[in-house]
């Protein structure tokens, strides 16, 4: 993101800026698929660790491959068969925990690896497609910042493209069977199309939602089925004009860091404080105020944002505690708030 010019005078207070004037809306990430700390607790040391004591065993003709072309066999392996292979012998736990790529995403991106696993589409990417997505902080369908994984197809996307754009249909298999005029032991036997929901809370007000046990990717399913001729136009006009029960979208996402190679920092995305302040003072505007920056978008928006500039201006620096909106305190998440973030 260097390639985003940011005013000198901007650049030299960088961190500063953003502390005063930016937050991390926390509400998006509970909003879509996530694990308890706890659980994380619970797996993350092993998955970043090999054994303690040395490897005596050794891989059979996979080990007299030299490191590079290992490397190689291992970033190409779906993350089931990865998984599968770290627990060969102790020699291959060191050699897949040492890889270059793994090791990031079982850093920085549990979440998505553990999504993967928990919706059954772990055979369909391998730890190389995880990393790239890692690295990459744009959105695949709008290119703005992108805080979310999105699980059918391992591409980063941000909140606001999940919840409009048409790629991200999702339909439970029974209602997509019965549209596309197909059975549904046929749906199920191809592979990819088909994601297993986990237990979560997937709308903003917390409001217990109904939850299919699978959910089909309806862009792939279609294309799918065309490809094989089980299905028509007919089928297709069908599928595309029945209402989708927005909640379920989000079972299909899970918060998704971006790692910077560039700086070896890891971002989360940030939205504008003195966006929300302009969102109570004049109404309307929510866009503005649900929008999400890397830290480099930010800074470029911190100069053409006039009431964002105020908060700044009246933390001298970022030296004083300014006062600001409700919601971005609590990093938007606070249910009891209307839709423009004022207590409802
Ligand atoms: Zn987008
Ligand atoms: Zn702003």
Redesign the pocket.
Known sequence: MSSIDVPANVEEHADAILRVCSYHRRDFDLVVVRSRPHDMRLVQGSLRAAFETLPTAELGILGRLPAELMSIVLRGLDVRSFFYFRQVNRRARVLSTGLWEYELVSKHALEGLRGLLRAELAHCFTIDDLYRTLITDKCTTCGAFGGLLFLFTAERCCFECLQSSAHYRALPPSAFAKLAKISPSRLKRLSGLSLRTVPGIYNMMERPVRRPKYLIFEEKAIQTLLGIRAIGEDSIRNLRSRREQSDQRFMTATAYPYYSLENAKLERGVS?K??QVRLELVHGDLD?RDQVFSTRGFLF?FSR?V??QHLWAESKGGTRTVKEPELTRRCGYFNQLGSDGRPA
């Open positions: 504008c003195g966006c503005h928006h944002c009431e964002t």
